[in-house]
């Protein structure tokens, strides 16, 4: 009997710490047994702020996912984040190895690794190279270069980087509460596994992905990355809004937003009070619901003007016809699709889950995105590990990460 294989990823938020854990069978997609939210504490922003509080979080997290499976977690993908991510594009150029100048993994492999040889502050990590395409002898545009035929291979790649240490901080606090970390991932690039058809990074998307301290994009076009960013606003700055707009506590202004929120002013009836009393005993006051969709309204256009920006940079704002795809908590406010619509002047619409089958409701949850993006991630290894690398280029160029598990068998050759 074939041993059984289990994969694990932990997104750890400015808000919430979550686990889901899968299990990979042979010929079908992975079936997610266990996933579980806890409050994080000791995280702003998307980067650790207090490393016992952050372990706390994460410590909880594994052992309520480790109760549920009953299998326990050593490692898992984690997801990177916080506004100190960021992207480069970059080159590399190699003579192709063998003497009839067919090209092989090898040389793709040392290809982008050639890549990576650009220049970055020393207190600055490279976590991925992407390749955007390739040019074999002068001739461009080649998506996959594997058996073709030429002397001089070389590759445009999208390089992203961020803080060493705050980079080291997350990998220390997940080492304290016991977690190996198999791989860091950026929480967009995640998101965008879990979430965007093959079809919708060929054509042009943007992935907006809005968590509590921050917001992350990623844009694709002819199925490869454009463009990512991590910006320093987020759902908890409209619950801060609230609180502060109604004279309320954190609390009662989240459940206000959750419970009563919309993005458009105009869907409200201008006669509906909410009775604060009914959500925290202490309140006394009624408020207009139409002042509180105000509130949040003119805080999801600083969001989207945020990101609008970001794809001005990579003039792509208004030009991406597979539109918007909204994912992370926030994604869940009523109205919020057509106000991106609105804002961006794309198509747009919350991102549906691909690729795992799970009975457990809560993974379609758009605020799980990220998680179920990284075990998406991670399965690509096991894949691989399982049957080889006689086929893997394409996997490869699909999922770079799996360079790295290449470097990892070539490792134990003599």
Not at 202 to 224: C, K
Not at 280 to 292: A, I, K, L, M, P
Not at 398 to 413: C, G
């Amino acid at each position: 009997m074939a041993k059984e294989h289990y994969i694990a990823g932990i997104d750890i938020g400015t808000h919430s710490v979550r686990v889901v854990q899968v299990k990979l069978e042979p010929e079908t997609e992975p079936a997610v047994v266990g996933a579980v939210s806890v409050p994080a504490a000791g995280l702003r922003r998307g980067v650790v702020v207090d490393l016992d509080e952050a372990v706390t979080s994460i410590s909880s997290a594994l052992e309520k996912v480790e109760r549920m499976t009953g299998v326990p977690v050593t490692g898992a993908l984690v997801s990177v984040g916080g506004a100190h991510m960021a992207c480069l594009t970059s080159r590399g150029v190699i003579a192709v190895s063998k003497a009839d100048g067919e090209v092989t993994e090898a040389d793709i492999v040392r290809v982008i690794d050639a890549a990576q040889a650009v220049s970055i502050p020393s207190n600055r990590e490279v976590l991925h190279v992407i390749p955007k395409t390739f040019v074999l002898d002068g001739q461009e545009g080649i998506k996959d270069p594997l058996g073709m035929t030429g002397v001089r291979l070389e590759v445009e790649t999208t390089i992203v980087h961020g803080s060493s240490p705050l980079i080291k901080n997350m990998q220390r606090v997940c080492s304290q509460a016991g977690l190996q970390v198999d791989e860091l991932v950026v929480g967009p690039l995640a998101a965008a596994t879990a979430v965007l058809s093959r079809k919708q990074k060929e054509l042009g998307v943007v992935l907006v992905d809005i968590g509590a301290g921050t917001t992350s994009i990623a844009v694709y076009e002819e199925n490869t990355l454009l463009h990512t960013a991590v910006l320093p606003l987020g759902g908890l700055h409209i619950t801060n809004d609230l609180a502060i707009g109604l004279r309320t506590s954190i609390d009662t202004a989240e459940r206000v937003k959750i419970l009563y929120g919309h993005a458009n002013p105009d869907s409200v009836d201008k006669h509906v009070t909410i009775d604060l009393s009914k959500l925290d005993e202490s309140e006394t006051e009624q408020v207009d619901r139409r002042e509180v969709v105000e509130i949040i309204e003119a805080r999801l256009g600083e969001i989207f003007e945020y990101v609008n920006k970001e794809l001005k940079l990579i003039n792509r704002d208004g030009k991406l016809p597979a539109g918007v795809v909204l994912v992370g908590g926030t994604a869940n406010l009523p109205g919020i699709a057509e106000y991106a619509k609105s804002a961006l002047r794309l198509p747009a619409g919350r991102g549906q889950l691909q690729g795992l089958r799970t009975i457990i409701d809560r993974v379609d949850d758009p605020s799980f995105a990220v998680v179920c993006g990284l075990v998406l991630w991670s399965s690509a290894f096991a894949t691989a590990s399982a049957g080889g690398f006689g086929s893997s280029a394409r996997r490869l160029l699909e999922n770079p990460n799996m360079l790295k598990l290449k470097r990892w068998f070539k490792s134990f050759l003599p």
